[in-house]
Nanobody
Framework: QVQLVESGGGLVQTGGSLRLSCAASGRTFGNYVMGWFRQVPGKERDFVACISRSGGSTYHADSVKGRFIISRDNAKNTLYLQMNSLKPEDTAVYYC????????????????????WGQGTQVTVSS
């Protein structure tokens, strides 16, 4: 199976930017559809974005569309989430996830679609 480790979280002011990274090891990274989710205490884990195996197709949740960009570098076994124009409501623990499913990548928006998860990285946006 694939192991995932997120990094890049931190404290940023409203309007600022952060780039999250997710380093993958183990199985071939390019075999997996990848996604980002986020979770605040007491709430369910919410879908943020997903990307196809090649990186050619992406889908972003409406709440982050136009501000966040998901990308991947299969040569580096790394997934990214560029977050711009951050808002206090973006504060959460962000998780990367991998799915071996053969479905169309941009349809994989549910927590149950993903089998492998990282430990999460905290993003805090101050007002």
């Amino acid at each position: 199976q694939v192991q995932l480790v997120e990094s890049g979280g931190g404290l940023v002011q409203t309007g600022g930017s952060l780039r999250l990274s997710c380093a993958a090891s183990g199985r071939t990274f390019g075999n997996y559809v990848m996604g980002w989710f986020r979770q605040v205490p007491g709430k369910e884990r919410d879908f943020v974005a997903c990307i196809s195996r090649s990186g050619g197709s992406t889908y972003h949740a409406d709440s982050v569309k136009g501000r966040f960009i998901i990308s991947r570098d299969n040569a580096k076994n790394t997934l990214y989430l560029q977050m711009n124009s951050l808002k206090p409501e973006d504060t959460a623990v962000y998780y990367c996830a991998a799915s071996p499913a053969l479905a169309i990548a941009t349809t994989l928006r549910g927590e149950r679609d993903y089998q492998h998860w990282g430990q999460g990285t905290q993003v805090t946006v101050s007002s």
